[in-house]
């Protein structure tokens, strides 16, 4: 929900069905951030619109999706597209959370081994998760590698580079980052977004660009971000 997704909507309403919602612990959504919040959580959240969106449209329907994501949802979007590539026909990122592992580590708190995120768009200034995610995470990435990888965004883009060559199908992936954005480091994301399109170089299907003056929210940049996404997945 927000500006953003109602944006979103307006952009993509005309031409495609459009499944918005919130994460668990999120806006309307039940649970809460310090009780609920885990990756394996989110993909399921994400995972369980996707099979709610498969059951509205009926058997004559794609049922591949174009998964968009902010910050953490660009995160859970490339996951469920390394493990259930099936499921995706493209990704639209804006400032996606590629190293989450790192980011959370960075904000944890030594005495309750929960997360503080300083932030300024809750009353409390700050935004507080329970110590789950980071154990949760940390099954999660070693059940999916042995290897060992310098961070998290490398190992993502490991599995999902992996995932691709195994389906024989290149995910067309549209990535902008904020050059302002004071949460989440861009040239982190630059990297990861090189990284795949290293990976298939004859291939045109990653584009990652760098919003100068935008900050982690990007709203004010969304309309043209959408606009170059949709051309970018319609290529």
């Given at each position: ?29 039940e649970g ?174 990653f584009v ?25 997945l319609q290529?």
């Amino acid at each position: 929900s927000g500006r953003k997704s109602d944006l979103l909507v307006e952009k993509m309403g005309g031409f495609a069905s459009v499944a918005r919602f919130d994460f668990r612990g999120h806006g309307d959504s039940e649970g809460t951030l310090e009780n609920d919040l885990a990756a394996s959580g989110l993909l399921s959240d994400c995972c369980g619109v996707l099979d709610e969106a498969d059951g509205r449209a009926g058997a004559d329907f794609d049922k591949r999706h174009v998964l968009v994501g902010s910050s953490m949802g660009g995160f859970v979007a490339l996951w469920t597209a390394a493990l259930y590539p099936e499921r995706v026909a493209g990704i639209v990122l804006l400032a996606p959370a590629v190293a989450m592992k790192e980011f959370l580590a960075q904000n944890l708190n030594p005495d309750d081994g929960g997360i503080e995120i300083p932030s300024a768009w809750v009353p409390e200034g700050a935004i507080h998760m329970g110590p789950q995610f980071l154990k949760d995470f940390e099954i999660f990435e070693h059940f999916m590698s042995s290897k060992d990888f310098a961070t998290s965004a490398d190992l993502l883009a490991s599995v999902l580079i992996s995932t691709m060559k195994r389906v024989g199908r290149v995910i067309p992936i549209y990535c902008a980052h904020g050059g302002k954005d004071d949460v989440l480091d861009w040239k982190v994301t630059e990297k990861f977004m090189k990284q795949l399109a290293d990976a298939f170089p004859n291939e045109s299907k990653f584009v990652f660009r760098l919003v100068k003056d935008g900050d982690h929210r990007l709203a004010e940049d969304s309309a043209s971000i959408y606009n170059e996404a949709i051309l970018h997945l319609q290529s």
